[in-house]
Each structure stands twice: as C-alpha cells, then as structure tokens.
C-alpha cells in the first residue's frame, strides 16, 4: 500500500559527494517524518537524520556539518546530500518514513530497500 523507492547511492571517492533521494507513494494520508538510516557490515542499523513534518530535523553526531537533509512535502520526497564522504560512512542506506495511511488510524513505519554507498580510493 505504501513504498518508499531510494535511488542515488553508489561509488565515490574521500571527499566526494553523495546524494540520495527516496519518494513515497501510495496510500498516504500524511508523512509525519522522514528520514536515512544506514548499516554496515557487521553493525547494527543507526540513525542517520531525519526531517519532521514541523521542519525540525536532526542528525547524528558523526555526519553534522557534513550531511544535510530536506523533504519536499508536496512530493513525499526526502533527499540526503552528503558532502565530505570518509570511509568510514560506507554502509547500505535505508529510507525510512512514519506515515498515517487515514486520518483515524494509526501512523505506521515503512522502510525502502536500501542503497549501497561506498567511500574509497
């Protein structure tokens, strides 16, 4: 009922740029935040940023000054743009969205399928 497709990832190198983009379609009432995650081998999945339907955003230490996120709210659209890539930022990146399908139900949280990015020389 509700997707969420990623597109942007790939291969770049220390220094370089990034940036991702995940739209939301479907059934979809209203986005109550969105936001990236990402996994590497062997670690478990860790918050990234995440953009809030009030605008608010936040990110995690580690990708402060580098990473900046933004949605575009009449489009369910969500964009990563990293900037400053280091090696240690390689990981597979996940969308992810909290979205209320209706107005009376409960809000639900969706994720995409994943885009690798991978920093090296």
């Known amino acids: 009922q509700v997707q969420l497709v990623e597109s942007g990832g790939g291969l770049v190198q220390p220094g370089g740029s990034l940036r991702l983009s995940c739209a939301a379609s479907?059934?979809?009432?209203?986005?109550?935040?969105m936001g990236w995650y990402r996994q590497a081998p062997g670690e478990r999945r860790e918050l990234v940023a995440i953009?809030?339907?009030?605008?608010?955003?936040n990110y995690a230490d580690s990708v402060k000054g580098r990473f900046t996120i933004s949605r575009v709210n009449d489009k369910n659209t969500v964009y990563l743009q990293m900037n400053g890539l280091i090696p240690e930022d390689t990981a597979v990146y996940y969308c992810n969205a909290i979205i209320k399908r209706d107005s009376w139900g409960p809000p639900y949280n969706y994720w995409g399928q994943g885009t690798q990015v991978t920093v090296s020389s």
């Open positions: 479907g059934r979809i009432f209203s986005i109550n935040a």
């Open positions: 953009a809030f339907s009030d605008s608010s955003t």
